[in-house]
């Protein structure tokens, strides 16, 4: 229902983007909707492929696990996975829009964490503090992250790396080496924020919806969003248009940061506690997903509601591999790395071709 | 000699960098000897610097591998999931005689680094991308192999991981003959230049009429084979095969000692001397820490603002 609200956003076009986004190559799927006369068919299947290839498989996985397990489609079964994916869809937001931009984020996984745990000991002193203190810790480690790669010019996988570790560091300090479990109030309204359901569907989902729709907006309406893709088009260009691309650069990584966080909080709300081993391999998970929903590494391109579908898609194969059983989760990480592999190769030779053609 | 090379300079803010990222990880090494010689107790044992050695010695040998991926201007992630791999490939045919299962356990390692080396040199995937997805599938399979952890009871197993020449155990011997071998290739042989003639400037080298391709999937090859070989030893020397915790968290210890030792990320150059001193740099500023009884957490915390003022430092020599 999102990948309905992105692409009619985009599908009008670009008004009030003044000249700046429209140069950055590869910027706009949509283009392919009034593509040029010359265009050949393989060009737009292999585009089309790019674009609606995790929705395709999506529906196919689904239909397939609804098929072959009747706990597939219940409400139970579709509720639980439509939770568990709200983390990390968050999470997999803010790494779009860095992924876009052309650079990545290790650190997520880490800060998922640490705002978890810092949610959940500041719960004790109201919802307000509970959300501030993680927005400020994981905001500044972002900001931080952002600092280092646009202004220092630092390699971004080499800095993300690096604030993995130190954010898992200054997590293993304040939970007392990972010993304190910091538990919510069950009555407290932080823990109602991800407890609570509506239309019987958790709150943390619509959460999530709602920030999905928002952050598709800021991409693709926003003139900031012009500036992402600017900026992942190619960087010289955009700021030679006069694209503030130190600006945009440490605003993703800050806004990734915040992501995560949110992310770590909104879990911890709804486990009730701070719990200090998630997040390991979350890096992975999102950009997974990122990279599954069509946005492509190199930057310059990608969607919003591609990132939702991936997240969807990986959650669904995980859970498939659940109702199997006799796989225990050292087949999931087997799977999970062949897939992300298999798409990344195919998203590969999508690129060439379109280029090539 | 540090010093004295200073002296010699004007205030040239470029070169007095140059000098730092290029000498400034022994200078480190250096001061931190000099601080645990004062400050802690039973530093100088030969007994404490046997330890030390041999814990620094698997980290070291997954250091050249990634020093080589490093210098092609790409990188390897899957470096502590193939330690797992190989760790699991030994226990399971270590009934067949102990010089085949090192030999199945490396030949795994092998097969990792052909699966990255050609998504990386033929499909054009980027190494962060290939080698991520490599280190959670091979940790995957290392896990389906062998679920849990299982204790390894050769004889010559336990030999290899705590027997020794004059002093000196087997463990630092087999880095010491690995870290000259592979500064060996850099330096001396036609695949050590065409590697950092690539590393420099990939499109250049393909113009060159280099084989790209195939000095790419050799240097995965080389990063897997010596990762595989760490994991080997690192078996050998805690007795156990440990899938699930052996060798996390291996890649940033090995990419942080070859940053620390001046190797640029951007590709190029490989110092394989100051990838050493890094190596040693991280295991002392880890023992450090911990004889002074500081949390690991601030070890972490420690070794993420070394590699962040590692490349800080190496910044100014980006390639133009």
Redesign the interface.
Known sequence: MNGTATSGASGTGLPGAPGAGSAAPGQDPDVLDDEPAGASRGERLSALAQQHGALVTLVVAVIAASLSFDTFLTGDNLENMAVSSAFLAVVALGMTFVIITGG?DLSVGSLFALGGVLAAWGSRYGTAVALLLRLAVCGLIGLVNGL?IAR????P???T??????A??????VTD?GTETYLVDKSSFFATLGQSKLLGVGLPVWITLALFVLGAVVLRRGRFGQYVYAVGGNEDAAALMGAPVARTKTAVYTLSGLCAGLAGALNAAWLVSGVTILGN?ME?EA?SAV?IGGTL??GGFGFISGSLVGVALLKVIQNVINQIGSL???????????F??LV??AQ??LG?RRRVL | MTDLALRRLPADRERLLRLLQDYGVYAGVAVLLLVNIAATDNFLSAENFRTQAVQVAPVLIVALGMALAIGSEG?DLSVGSVMALATSLLSLYLGYGLWIAILVAVVGGAVVGIAGGS?IAF????P???T??????????A??LL?QLKDVRDPGMASLGSGDVLGVPYLVLIAAALALLVAFVVRRTTFGRQLLAIGDSRPAAKLAGLPVRRVLIVVYVCSGVLAAVAGVLATARLHASDPTSLGT?ME?SA?TAV?VGGTP?SGGRVRIGGTVAGAVLIQLLTATLIKHDL???????A???V??LA??AA?ER?KR
């Open positions: 990545i280092l220092s010019r630092l390699a996988f080499i800095v790396l690096a604030a993995m570790l130190g898992r560091g200054i997590l293993l300090a080496e391999g992975l950009i990279v590494l190199t225990d989760s050292a087949y999931q990480q087997v799977v999970s790395g062949a992300l592999a990344v190769v590969t030779w060439r | 990188v998504l499909v054009g995937v980027q962060i991308v290939a991520l997805a490599l280190m959670v599938a091979g940790r995957g399979i896990l389906v679920p968290l940033l990419i940053v990320l949390p690991p957490s601030w070890t972490q915390i070794q993420a603002v590699i962040i490349v800080y910044r980006g």
